[in-house]
């Protein structure tokens, strides 16, 4: 995993390679540590010292799917599963934050009956989780929500996309809601309490699926995993201001991207 700085204009070397990792999913930074899940031989999410730090002796392991995105809210981390082990609908591994040693399992499970394949996961100021996911039965994809953590949840209708696969769920500083259209090679903004249409789009580059805001919220950053660039946006304009590479190897095929503060 590659650490770059974040006004990368001139396209830099990272500063730093993290690992050695068995194909990360997802990479997610909250305040002095780096969470990363890696699921070829063990789906787990290994913790790091943020700023090229080193392993940390936490290991939370997910032994109920397959990760593919990770928000993390004060002491609890929510892990959004691919799929389910059972081969049920996908789920949302929830575990307690540790700050000891030793191997961690999750604590419960939310799922939903619509949650056929989960991908980006975010909290909220309130702890209201959103989760993006397709229907297992008819392949659209939408957000669904979790108020305060907990089920039941529900389907934002006005958030579906229509047959395909969504990709990274955001939230902004006002509160509005971000999801990244995969199909379409859109990132949607829903306004409070999300009870319509899109109120903004953002053009993106073809085959971006996981996206994460930058500092101060002025940037948001796309990685496109068949051309390996990293794409960076304006925020809230959707301007294309410029995009990095080096370093980065496209039969990879990286996906996982965060940003810190």
Known sequence: MLQYHAE???NAPP?????????????????SRLFVSTFVSANVVLTFGSNCGKRQGETYWDTIGSPSDIAVDGQTMYVSNVSDNSGKAANVAVFSVQSRPGKFKPQRALYDARGGQGEGIAVDANHDVFWSASDTRTGVGAIVEFPKGVMPGHVLAHSAIGTGLPGSVLLDRDGNLLLVNAPKNR?????????KGPAATIALNPSSLRCAFGPMQTRIFCLNYQTAAIDVYAYPQGT???????????RAEPVGISAGS
Request: proline fraction near 8%; glycine fraction near 10%; hydrophobic fraction near 40%.
């Open 8 to 10: 990368n204009k001139k």
């Open 15 to 31: 500063l730093c390679s993290i690992g050695p990792l068995n194909r990360e999913g997802a990479v997610r930074v909250d305040g």
């Open 187 to 195: 990132l949607l903004v829903f306004a409070p309490p999300y009870d």
């Open 240 to 250: 294309l201001l410029y995009s990095y590479w080096n370093g980065l190897d496209r």
